[in-house]
Nanobody
Framework: QAQFVESGGGLVQPGGSLRLSCAAS????????IGWFRQAPGKEREGVSG????????YYADSVKGRFTISRDNAKNTVYLQMNNLQPEDTGLYYC????????????????WGQGTQVTVSS
């Protein structure tokens, strides 16, 4: 069974940066697209960014394009999310999961979630 451990969150001022890590276990990572999702207080979980199994295709929500970069290291079974120029609206609990994405949207592939890592952007 796929398991994910997210890390790298924290408190940062607007304009700051964070790098999230998603360590995967229990399955063969290169076979799956992986996505980062976030959930802000009182809001539904939304897809932020996704990357295909070989890293050749990516997805970014419009709200993070140009600021976030997703990458993966299959040898380390890890997917990363580099977040630059963070804004208060980026605040939320960030999760990674297997994903399915197209040009304009992304969903979780199996609704299996880790504990997430909290990102708080505040001055």
């Amino acid at each position: 069974q796929a398991q994910f451990v997210e890390s790298g969150g924290g408190l940062v001022q607007p304009g700051g940066s964070l790098r999230l890590s998603c360590a995967a276990s229990g399955f063969r990572l290169p076979s799956y697209a992986i996505g980062w999702f976030r959930q802000a207080p009182g809001k539904e979980r939304e897809g932020v960014s996704g990357i295909s199994g070989n890293g050749g295709s990516t997805y970014y929500a419009d709200s993070v394009k140009g600021r976030f970069t997703i990458s993966r290291d299959n040898a380390k079974n890890t997917v990363y999310l580099q977040m630059n120029n963070l804004q208060p609206e980026d605040t939320g609990l960030y999760y990674c999961a297997t994903a399915v994405f197209g040009i304009s949207s992304m969903i979780s592939a199996d609704d299996s979630w880790g504990q997430g890592t909290q990102v708080t952007v505040s001055s």
